[in-house]
């Protein structure tokens, strides 16, 4: 028995009854068909699956869409679209013909590319859904909501989650927070990481990439985990591998498109021109992260150098799914400045911005978040700020600073 990705589920309800086309988007093994197959269960709804990883299906999708909806008749629910864009067009011209909502059901796991082709063809007439792993409030409650912004709503929060200490934490960072490994049910997490990645490798990185070398990409993934949390330098992940530059930028591009990575862009205005321009580069699932860094005892990890690099990646992974499952582009940024002052997370939010930190720290001070007071020269003006960090209670270093445990975020 696997989760089910709960915190989404009143956004997929909501687009479910707008929209003739829904596409869910995100890497595998997230849950994308079980979370749409849980939501038309509870709502007793007969809408027949199918899965284009079954050869016969996909030749007649790709041969002729037409035909492939004259023998399977909406409602539908399509795993693996990616292997048929074809369908686009006939969906659109089924839309426009007065398909009801809830029509067509999509899965995929090339996000940017489905969503690209989905914009394309659709444009209007389909709601694109990313979803990523499952968060540790997900974990806790199996439910919703998985966004918290404020005194009251962390409040609220802090009266219904149990506490983790960071022995729990680091758990949970080196097992992941796929829905297949959530529940602690897979006693070997190393199959299960290196069948994923192995899968990952031969049917969606060669779908983009063509012929690609398995163990040399496999190097290239373990080269970019072991700078979760830094600033991108694709020259420095290339000398690692042995390639060149431009070969690394475009299987980047790959992890991105695919889900497994995802960036924060340095907060700048024009009052801001010191700030440094290369983006963070962080991890979707942190259980990827520690497998391939190839750490498998999450206690050695904890007391291992790069502790503060995972726990950072862990805590903003968990706000940007946050912001995703309630269907919000996540509005983060990090600040770092020639002059060496750096915060870690900036969410611009509600005409104003609010500075969070991430520190691997039981007992937080003022001193840790001198650098917020960088931000009073922005034209937007500064809200409340967050130092996130290892503290058992939620508290506040003074009326511009909350202290936010680690499990609450």
């Known amino acids: 028995m696997s989760y089910i990705p709960r915190s989404i589920e009143p956004l997929l309800e909501q687009v479910m009854s707008e929209y003739a086309a829904v596409l869910v988007t995100g890497p595998r093994q997230v849950g994308k068909s079980t979370v749409i197959g849980h939501l038309l269960e509870e709502g007793a709804r007969q809408v027949r ?29 399509i795993d ?38 989905a914009g394309e063809a659709l444009a209007g007439r389909i709601a694109i859904v990313p979803l990523s792993s499952l968060t540790l409030i997900e974990e806790d409650l199996h439910a919703q909501p998985a966004l918290a912004l404020g005194l ?32 602690g049910k897979m006693s070997n997490l190393n199959i299960f990481y290196s069948s994923y990645l192995q899968t990952y490798i031969e049917r969606d990185v060669r779908r983009l990439l063509g012929h690609a070398d398995a163990l040399q990409f496999l190097d290239f993934m373990r080269a970019v985990a072991a700078r979760c949390s830094q600033m991108l330098n694709a020259t420095s992940i290339a000398e690692d591998v042995g390639m060149r530059p431009d070969k ?5 591009s790959v992890l991105e498109r695919s889900g497994i990575v995802f960036y924060l862009h340095p907060y700048s205005n024009n009052q801001l021109k010191r700030t440094v321009k290369a983006p963070k580069l962080y991890f979707h699932d942190s259980g990827l992260v520690a497998h391939l860094t190839r750490w498998s005892d999450s206690e050695a990890m904890e ?10 990646n862990f805590a903003i992974a968990e706000m940007y799914k946050a912001f995703q499952n309630a269907g919000m582009d996540a509005p983060l940024y990090y600040y770092r400045d020639r002059d060496g002052k750096e915060i870690d997370a900036v969410v611009e939010l509600d005409g104003k911005v609010h500075p ?54």
């Open 49 to 77: 699956q199918l899965t284009l990883d079954d050869l016969a299906i996909r030749q007649l999708a790709q041969n002729d869409p037409a035909m492939f909806f004259q023998v399977h008749e909406p409602p539908l629910l």
């Open 80 to 117: 693996e679209v990616q292997y048929a864009p074809e369908l686009f067009a006939e969906i659109k011209r089924l839309a426009d013909a007065g398909a009801p909502p809830g029509s067509f059901l999509l899965t995929g796991s090339q996000q940017f590319r489905l969503m690209e082709l």
């Open 152 to 183: 009251k709503a962390l409040k609220e929060r802090s009266r219904v989650l149990q506490p983790r200490t960071i022995k729990d934490i680091f758990h949970v960072i080196q097992r992941g927070s796929m829905p297949a490994v959530a529940p």
């Open 248 to 252: 690394a930028k475009a299987w980047l």
């Open 303 to 312: 007391a291992g150098a790069m502790s503060g690099a995972f726990l950072e």
């Open 356 to 409: 969070i930190d991430i520190k691997k720290t039981a007992s937080p001070n003022r001193s840790m978040v001198k650098a917020f007071e960088v931000l009073d020269k922005s034209l937007v003006p500064r809200g409340q700020g967050a130092l996130v960090c290892l503290a058992s209670s939620l508290g506040a270093l003074d009326s511009d600073t909350l202290v936010i445990p680690l499990w609450m975020v």
